[in-house]
């Protein structure tokens, strides 16, 4: 039960906690070394190691090392050092957010060196530690089987909330999908929500209304929950910026579902308003400004 974790951001160092706690001897290492310092000061079971080096010298083969790196070029390196440092058999795990495609080609590399290769997709957010992560697996079997220990640590129960989805790259096809579900539904509630809000004769309470949604209503969901929760302590919002990043799972989801031919217009829709949320709508929204300009007279917002 011993494993290597890479990578200690809000994910990476809460499931280190998790995995410790469920009686494995976690290893971590991060690029800011202070962090894998106080996260080994403050749990059991968790030792900062300096480098990746040090890491594989402590371990015992099979060696299991698990990263939580954000993708590109931060887990291409990581993934090439290891591959210098580990010995035939050994298993690599990619957790973090990544585009399938890139998945099955570092198992394709990975075998070339003798080395076994997993991903897998993990939702959760910050909630994981307590609740459990939502893990969707790829691999083979035999490599699966060897990782299942520490993914029945993570998940919300030993057999519930994880999922062996099929070969590599198939963990990370699912939770992009999955992403991309949750940037339509994220997208749904927060329309609707204004909606109600701008009815301002009606003078609705948007807080109570997505606390009652919260019980019966087919609309539940732990993203309503959330929603529900903030709303009650702010319904003006007006603190918060009207910015929403993606990060990048809803892209490589709309990109696939044009490779497939599938339409996602729900999903395609949800992301193109982030990007407008992005000012990258700026300069279209000042041109169809200057056409009502030019064939209706209209005026136009700045002009002197």
């Keep these: 039960m011993q494993i290597g974790l890479l990578g200690l951001g809000k994910m990476g160092a ?5 995995l410790s706690r ?3 001897d976690v290893l971590v290492w991060n690029r800011s070394a202070e962090v894998a310092t106080q996260l080994a ?15 594989v010298a402590q371990m015992a083969g099979p060696r299991v090392l698990w990263l939580m790196l954000p993708a590109g070029a931060a887990t291409e390196a990581a993934m090439h050092q290891l591959a210098d440092l580990l010995s035939p058999g050994d298993i690599i795990v990619n957790g973090a957010n990544a585009f399938y495609k890139d998945s099955e080609r570092h198992a394709q590399e990975m075998a070339a060196r003798g080395l076994r290769f997993m991903d ?3 939702s959760g957010g910050v909630w994981g530690l307590a ?16 990782v299942t220990p520490f993914i ?3 998940a919300p129960g030993p057999e519930t909330g994880w999922l062996h989805c099929g070969p590599v790259g198939s963990g990370h096809f699912v939770k992009m999908v999955h992403n991309g579900i949750e940037y339509g539904m994220m997208q749904a509630l927060g329309e609707g929500l204004s909606l109600l809000k701008g009815k301002t004769e009606f003078g609705i309470d948007v807080a109570a209304v997505s606390e009652m949604w919260r019980h019966g209503s087919v609309v539940r969901s732990w993203l309503l929950d959330l929603t529900a929760e903030f709303l009650q302590q702010d319904q003006t919002l007006e603190a918060i910026a009207p910015f929403v990043p993606d990060s990048g799972e809803g892209r490589w989801t709309v990109l696939e579902s044009v490779e497939q031919g599938t339409p996602t217009p729900v999903m395609t829709l949800a992301l193109m308003m982030r ?3 992005q000012g990258k709508n700026d300069y279209t929204d000042k041109l169809i400004a200057m056409m009502r300009k ?8 700045g002009e002197v």
């Design 14 to 18: 809460n499931m280190a906690r998790r």
């Design 120 to 122: 897998a997709g993990v």
């Design 152 to 154: 029945k640590i993570l």
């Design 22 to 24: 469920g009686g494995a």
């Design 294 to 301: 030019g064939f209706g007279g209209h005026g136009v917002k």
């Design 275 to 277: 990007f407008a949320s």
């Design 41 to 55: 000061q403050s749990e059991a079971n968790v030792t900062a190691c300096a480098d990746m080096a040090a890491m």
């Design 131 to 146: 609740n459990g992560y939502a893990l969707m697996v790829g691999g083979e079997a035999e490599t699966v089987a060897v």
